[in-house]
Every structure is written in structure tokens, then in C-alpha cells.
């Protein structure tokens, strides 16, 4: 049997955005026909949660737990281990195997959902916790990715949220097309090391809602990061605050 | 890992087979292509390749050929399938957008426009619809389904991406109402997917969650829905669905009252998923919101 380190460093770590305040609550999903690869293995590991360079990074053990059964960590749990009143960043979710490393060449992380609800039910986002490598995808490069569909339309707008879960900070440039290809980019940004940020499309990039309107409130998104981050785009009612969707961008295919 | 797929591939009966005994990972991020690589070449014939880039000009797709010979001359083409599933309800509508945007600094990325087919079925399986457009360098295509084909219920819609590369040309389904949209990525035609799980079910009264099963294969897909609270199974239900169709149901119509019955509720498909794909919907009724996820 291979010793518990080489083990537990094998696998690669997932990624999430964690809320968990007076209005929001989070909830790590460890769900084993969603999860487990083998039912008859135990899992281990660690959540460390940063905020970029605002606090010191926590660390909050998971028990050994048999990949069979379910297991559901509020974040609260996770906060009162480490002595956190309230949290709204980067989750490091680290889940291994206790006894197999994975294979180099294959996704190397288990798949653990997180769902986010807001108390007065305006913003619910449910999906897993990605890596930020190890994909094996053939893109044309890592740096751009795309978002088909930005909608600046009635009261829908649209957010970018960006998790950089490295250890700098990343430059990053945002840039908005329209159906017609006419497009307009933002100023070059930075993402913060160990951070979720979101930014409004309509505050980044001035003139973005007017250039869309132009044909029909729909357009499109190319992002530029420096290095590959994790993205996501996030549908927004201007008017109520709701959030109604939460998908991740999609990279520049070579096949 | 790889040594014990390499081993198994000669024997297993089906790339879906190979995946489920051998554990290997097939969800949105995993090697589904890879593996059925490793199972294409130990089982020559056994793989259908048919949602690879496709050489053109094929007879029954003469007319998009000679639509794409116009468009962009005779460069090499290859045909991108891509799938996913469309509503068309008072109170739900459907978007289709994909892009062909630059990128900068990418010697061999190619600006020719792309031809964009998109095809529509019913809930039966059954070609409602086609519709061709070409897509030229730099813009986004926006298709309403309503406009595409007014008495289109709900249903699997494919669209094949006519261009040398995929590039930036996946495509994302807008689900839309008043006051509230939300979107979701196509699948690429014939990843294995695995399972197909709500790891957590909202039970909120006022929250409706809607799964929506969609088959593209040319051959009926059976499995069983599974309800589990805690990890501990509560009830199965047998699930066929024919091919090409698809079905969009409540949680309530599949589990009568799943509310009632636990804290910690997931549902999940069990069964020999193949190639179909899965969403799920979720209504608030007291805000007026519908939420997409992809499985």
C-alpha cells in the first residue's frame, strides 16, 4: 500500500465559491454515486478557505469516510472548527483516496457539488467543485475562453465570476461581442491570488448594454486570463437582485 | 488507471461497459474521449466514431456541402455534432447561441465562416425541423425556437458545426421567461457520460425540480430512477425513453410526494447511461425564476 502523503498529493484539489454569512449558506456535497469511483474505498481530506490576501488561510480536516456514504459538510461546521464568523471566498476542496493514487492521464479529482443559497432565496447555484488543471480537452490555448449567449437584455444582465485559485494574482481582460461581431473591451484587471471575484459586465466595460442592444440583448464573452482560471457566468435581474443561472465558460477547441 | 482500461478494452462489450467496470472517470471534465481512444483501437469497428469530426462530402449531406463550398471555398471541413434540448412553452422559452469569435495571437486558427444546421424533434423522437445558417467570422448566432418552429413543444435539438475547427463554436441553450433567464451548455455528440445524479433535490414547497432525460441514440435507452435519502435507497422507478426523444417531468411525477421523504435526498439514473445527457430545472414559483443545471 502506497504511504498517506503520496497518496493524498496525487489528487488534484476542486474549486468552489463559498458564501456563508447572515444571508447565505453553503453546503459541500460529498454524494457517492456522484463522487466515488470505487464504493469500497475511503476518502479523506482537507477544505482550506481563503478570502485573497484578507485573512490567513483556515484549514478544516474531513473525517475518514467511507465512499459509500453520503456525506453533506455545512460550511457553518466549517467555520465554527476554524473560528470564522463569516466567510465569502475561494474553497480548496481537497477529497483523495486514502489508499489509491489516480492514475496521471485521467481526471484526478473527486467530484464534489456545492450548492450556495441566499436566505431570501433570490441567488441558489448548485454545481461541482472543478480543478484548475488536468483537463484533457484540446484547445487551441489556455489563456482565452468564450461565453456564448451574454444577455444585457430587459431587466437580465449578465456577471462574470472568476475563482484564481493560484498562488498570484492573474492579469485578466474581458471582451464583449455583439451578434454583428462589433465588440468592446474592458481595461486589463487583475484577479486576485486565492479569490472569487465578480464583475458586472455593465460596470467593467462601459457601453456593454448599449452595444448588445443593438442586436437583441445577445451577444457574446471572450475572456483572457494571463493563466487559466476557472469562470463562470452568472444571469442577474437588475431589478430584483435574483440570480437564475451559473455555467462555467467553455475554451477554445482545437479537435 | 490507463493499464487496467488497456486490459479490459479487449473484452468489454461496449465502451459504456469498459467505463463502468473499470471506474473510469466520465463526467464533464473527465477522459470519456480518451478511453473510448483506447477502446476504439483494441475493438477496431466496435466504436461508433460517428460523432467525430466527419469528412465532407457525404451524400446525405450534399446540400450542406455545396452550401459550405459556397461559403467558404474548398477548405477541409469537418462536421461537429453537438445536442441538447429545447423547450417551447408559454412560460418557458428557448435561445440557441453559438459563436465564432477571434483569437488573437493563434497563427492556424482559421476566420472562415461557419455553417451552423440545426435540427428540432419532438418529445417522440420524431424531425420536426432544420434549419441552415451560415455564420460568419466574429459574430454569435442567436436561434429562437419559437421562430425556428412555432408548435415545437419540447424535444432533443442537434446542430452540426460545419467548419474546420470547433474553436469557439460550442453552443449554450437559453431557458427564458419573463423576468428571468438561465443557460447551460450543449453536450458534444456521444460522450459517455456516466452517472446522472441531483446530488442534493431541493425540497422547498415553493421550488418545482424538473429532470429533463434526453436520448440522441439511434436505440431506446432504459434505466431506473433511484431515490436515496442520506445514502440509503428509498425507491426506484423504471425509465425507458425511445430514441431521439426526450422527457421533461417533475420530481413529483417521478416520486410522488419526495418531499416527505427525507433531509438529504439525491435522485440518479441507474443504468447503462451511454450517450444520453441530462438537465435539471428548477422553478421557484413565489420569485418567478427557472434555474438550469447540467448533469
Given at each position: 500500500m502506497a504511504s498517506a502523503a503520496p497518496v493524498a498529493s496525487a489528487w488534484a484539489p476542486g474549486y468552489a465559491w463559498g458564501r456563508e454569512s447572515a444571508d447565505f449558506k453553503t453546503r459541500l456535497n460529498f454524494v457517492p454515486r456522484v463522487f466515488a469511483r470505487d464504493e469500497e474505498e475511503t476518502f479523506s481530506g482537507e477544505i482550506h478557505l481563503y478570502t485573497g490576501h484578507a485573512i490567513a488561510s483556515k484549514k478544516f480536516?474531513?473525517?475518514?469516510?467511507?465512499?459509500?456514504?453520503?456525506?453533506?459538510?455545512?460550511?457553518?461546521?466549517?467555520?465554527?472548527?476554524?473560528?470564522?464568523?463569516?466567510?465569502?471566498?475561494?474553497?480548496?476542496?481537497?477529497?483523495?483516496?486514502?489508499?489509491?493514487?489516480?492514475?496521471?492521464?485521467?481526471?484526478?479529482?473527486?467530484e464534489v457539488w456545492v450548492d450556495v443559497a441566499s436566505r431570501d432565496g433570490k441567488f441558489y447555484i448548485s454545481y461541482p467543485a472543478v480543478p484548475n488543471r488536468g483537463q484533457f480537452f484540446k484547445v487551441f490555448t489556455?489563456?482565452?475562453?468564450?461565453?456564448?449567449?451574454?444577455?444585457?437584455?430587459?431587466?437580465?444582465?449578465?456577471?462574470?465570476?472568476?475563482?484564481?485559485?493560484?498562488?498570484?494574482?492573474?492579469?485578466?481582460?474581458?471582451?464583449?461581442?455583439?451578434?454583428?461581431?462589433?465588440s468592446l473591451e474592458s481595461l486589463e484587471m487583475e484577479a486576485p491570488f486565492r479569490s472569487v471575484v465578480q464583475h458586472r459586465l455593465e460596470e467593467e466595460i462601459p457601453g456593454a448594454r448599449a452595444l448588445l442592444e443593438k442586436t437583441g440583448g445577445?451577444?457574446?464573452?471572450?475572456?483572457?486570463?494571463?493563466?487559466?482560471?476557472?469562470?463562470?457566468?452568472?444571469?442577474?435581474?437588475?431589478?430584483?437582485?435574483?440570480?437564475?443561472?451559473?455555467?462555467?465558460?467553455?475554451?477554445?477547441?482545437?479537435? | 488507471m490507463r493499464d487496467r482500461i488497456e486490459a479490459a478494452a479487449p473484452t468489454a462489450p461496449s465502451f459504456e461497459a469498459l467505463c463502468k467496470t473499470t471506474g473510469a472517470a466520465v463526467?464533464?471534465?473527465?477522459?470519456?474521449?480518451?478511453?473510448?481512444?483506447?477502446?476504439?483501437?483494441?475493438?477496431?469497428?466496435?466504436?461508433?466514431?460517428?460523432?467525430?469530426?466527419?469528412?465532407?462530402?457525404?451524400?446525405?449531406?450534399?446540400?450542406?456541402?455545396?452550401?459550405?463550398?459556397?461559403?467558404?471555398?474548398?477548405?477541409?471541413?469537418?462536421?461537429?455534432?453537438?445536442?441538447?434540448?429545447?423547450?417551447?412553452?408559454?412560460?418557458?422559452?428557448?435561445?440557441?447561441?453559438?459563436?465564432?469569435?477571434?483569437?488573437?495571437?493563434v497563427k492556424d486558427y482559421l476566420e472562415e465562416p461557419a455553417l451552423v444546421e440545426i435540427v428540432l424533434h419532438d418529445p417522440d423522437g420524431r424531425r420536426i425541423a432544420r434549419k441552415t445558417q451560415v455564420l460568419p467570422f466574429g459574430h454569435t448566432l442567436a436561434v429562437e425556437i419559437a421562430d425556428l418552429f412555432p408548435a415545437a413543444t419540447h424535444g432533443l435539438v442537434v446542430w452540426r458545426f460545419v467548419q474546420p475547427q470547433l474553436g469557439s463554436g460550442r453552443s449554450y441553450l437559453q431557458w427564458y421567461s419573463d423576468g428571468s433567464a438561465t443557460s447551460t451548455h450543449e453536450k458534444l455528440w456521444g460522450k459517455g457520460e456516466g452517472y446522472f445524479a441531483i446530488p442534493k433535490v431541493p425540497t422547498e414547497p415553493d421550488l418545482d425540480i424538473h429532470w429533463i432525460t434526453v436520448n440522441p441514440m439511434r436505440k431506446p435507452f432504459r434505466a431506473e430512477f433511484v431515490l436515496t435519502d442520506g445514502g440509503r435507497e428509498l425507491e426506484r422507478k423504471p425509465f425507458e425513453l425511445?430514441?431521439?426523444?426526450?422527457?421533461?417531468?417533475?420530481?413529483?411525477?417521478?416520486?410522488?410526494?419526495?418531499?416527505?421523504?427525507?433531509?438529504?435526498?439525491?435522485?440518479?439514473?441507474?443504468?447503462?447511461?451511454?450517450?444520453?445527457f441530462c438537465y435539471y430545472l428548477v422553478h421557484n414559483r413565489t420569485i418567478k425564476t427557472w434555474q438550469a443545471q447540467h448533469l
Amino acid at each position: 500500500m502506497a504511504s498517506a502523503a503520496p497518496v493524498a498529493s496525487a489528487w488534484a484539489p476542486g474549486y468552489a465559491w463559498g458564501r456563508e454569512s447572515a444571508d447565505f449558506k453553503t453546503r459541500l456535497n460529498f454524494v457517492p454515486r456522484v463522487f466515488a469511483r470505487d464504493e469500497e474505498e475511503t476518502f479523506s481530506g482537507e477544505i482550506h478557505l481563503y478570502t485573497g490576501h484578507a485573512i490567513a488561510s483556515k484549514k478544516f480536516i474531513l473525517p475518514e469516510h467511507s465512499c459509500a456514504k453520503e456525506l453533506r459538510v455545512p460550511l457553518r461546521e466549517v467555520l465554527d472548527k476554524v473560528g470564522l464568523e463569516s466567510f465569502d471566498g475561494l474553497l480548496e476542496i481537497h477529497a483523495h483516496s486514502t489508499t489509491k493514487v489516480p492514475d496521471p492521464r485521467l481526471a484526478k479529482f473527486l467530484e464534489v457539488w456545492v450548492d450556495v443559497a441566499s436566505r431570501d432565496g433570490k441567488f441558489y447555484i448548485s454545481y461541482p467543485a472543478v480543478p484548475n488543471r488536468g483537463q484533457f480537452f484540446k484547445v487551441f490555448t489556455g489563456q482565452y475562453q468564450v461565453w456564448p449567449g451574454i444577455l444585457m437584455k430587459g431587466p437580465m444582465t449578465s456577471d462574470v465570476v472568476i475563482i484564481n485559485a493560484n498562488r498570484k494574482p492573474v492579469p485578466i481582460r474581458l471582451a464583449l461581442f455583439n451578434a454583428d461581431g462589433e465588440s468592446l473591451e474592458s481595461l486589463e484587471m487583475e484577479a486576485p491570488f486565492r479569490s472569487v471575484v465578480q464583475h458586472r459586465l455593465e460596470e467593467e466595460i462601459p457601453g456593454a448594454r448599449a452595444l448588445l442592444e443593438k442586436t437583441g440583448g445577445v451577444g457574446s464573452l471572450r475572456a483572457w486570463f494571463k493563466f487559466k482560471l476557472n469562470a463562470y457566468v452568472m444571469f442577474r435581474n437588475r431589478e430584483t437582485g435574483t440570480v437564475s443561472s451559473f455555467d462555467h465558460l467553455s475554451p477554445y477547441f482545437r479537435r | 488507471m490507463r493499464d487496467r482500461i488497456e486490459a479490459a478494452a479487449p473484452t468489454a462489450p461496449s465502451f459504456e461497459a469498459l467505463c463502468k467496470t473499470t471506474g473510469a472517470a466520465v463526467t464533464c471534465f473527465g477522459c470519456a474521449l480518451e478511453v473510448e481512444e483506447i477502446y476504439g483501437k483494441a475493438r477496431p469497428g466496435a466504436v461508433d466514431w460517428s460523432h467525430k469530426p466527419t469528412l465532407l462530402p457525404a451524400k446525405k449531406l450534399l446540400g450542406l456541402y455545396r452550401s459550405m463550398c459556397r461559403a467558404i471555398g474548398s477548405v477541409p471541413i469537418a462536421l461537429y455534432r453537438q445536442a441538447g434540448w429545447y423547450v417551447n412553452r408559454p412560460e418557458l422559452r428557448t435561445r440557441l447561441v453559438t459563436c465564432h469569435l477571434p483569437l488573437p495571437g493563434v497563427k492556424d486558427y482559421l476566420e472562415e465562416p461557419a455553417l451552423v444546421e440545426i435540427v428540432l424533434h419532438d418529445p417522440d423522437g420524431r424531425r420536426i425541423a432544420r434549419k441552415t445558417q451560415v455564420l460568419p467570422f466574429g459574430h454569435t448566432l442567436a436561434v429562437e425556437i419559437a421562430d425556428l418552429f412555432p408548435a415545437a413543444t419540447h424535444g432533443l435539438v442537434v446542430w452540426r458545426f460545419v467548419q474546420p475547427q470547433l474553436g469557439s463554436g460550442r453552443s449554450y441553450l437559453q431557458w427564458y421567461s419573463d423576468g428571468s433567464a438561465t443557460s447551460t451548455h450543449e453536450k458534444l455528440w456521444g460522450k459517455g457520460e456516466g452517472y446522472f445524479a441531483i446530488p442534493k433535490v431541493p425540497t422547498e414547497p415553493d421550488l418545482d425540480i424538473h429532470w429533463i432525460t434526453v436520448n440522441p441514440m439511434r436505440k431506446p435507452f432504459r434505466a431506473e430512477f433511484v431515490l436515496t435519502d442520506g445514502g440509503r435507497e428509498l425507491e426506484r422507478k423504471p425509465f425507458e425513453l425511445a430514441p431521439r426523444a426526450s422527457q421533461f417531468q417533475t420530481m413529483d411525477e417521478i416520486f410522488p410526494g419526495f418531499r416527505a421523504k427525507g433531509e438529504n435526498l439525491t435522485v440518479y439514473l441507474d443504468g447503462d447511461n451511454g450517450r444520453i445527457f441530462c438537465y435539471y430545472l428548477v422553478h421557484n414559483r413565489t420569485i418567478k425564476t427557472w434555474q438550469a443545471q447540467h448533469l
